[in-house]
C-alpha cells in the first residue's frame, strides 16, 4: 500500500450486472471478510454477487476464467503472506499472470484483490476490517464494475460511429 494516489472508490451504478467473487480459503479470517464487502459493494452498486471458494490463490485463475464466462466481471480475493521460500514470488506471479489472461482472453474485467504482503498485519491492514486502511473486498469490486461500466460505454459509442473520426 502506497498510501497515497488512490481514486476514491465510491459505488457505482452498476444495476442489473452480476459480480463473481472467487475467494482463497486460506486466511479466512481475512479473505471471508473481504467476501462480505465485496458482496455489499457490489449490492451497493445494483449488482448481484455469486460467490465460490477455492483452497488457495492459485486457484483463483480457473474459477475466475469459469466466472468471467458467465458474469459481468469477477473479483478474486485471496491472501499470500511472504515465508521464507520462494513460495511467495512463484505463487504471486502465477495468480498476477492467471488472472490478467482470464481479462484479456475473456474480454471482463477481473480484480486481483490478493493481498500480497510480507506480514499478515499488513493483510489485516488492507482486508477492511474496523481501523483498517483499505478495503479491497469493497475497492476491486467497485473497480471491476467500473470497468464494465467503461467498456459497455466504448462498446455504444463505436456502434453509432461509421468510417474514420
Known sequence: MAGFGEPGVT?????????GVVAARWHGDLTDHMT???VAAAQACGARAVVARVAGSVELPVVAQAMARRFDVVVA???????A????DYVCQSVT??????????????AHGVL??????????RAGLPGSAEDKGWSATVAALDAALAVRALGAQSAHRVGFA
Open 11 to 19: 459505488a457505482v451504478d452498476a444495476s442489473g450486472m452480476t459480480v
Open 36 to 38: 462480505e464487502r465485496a
Open 77 to 83: 480475493l485471496g491472501v499470500v503472506v511472504r515465508g
Open 85 to 88: 521460500t520462494a513460495h511467495f
Open 97 to 110: 499472470e492467471g488472472l490478467t489472461r482470464v481479462a484479456l482472453d475473456e474480454g471482463k474485467p477481473v
Open 116 to 125: 500480497t504482503v510480507d506480514t499478515v498485519e499488513q493483510a489485516r491492514d
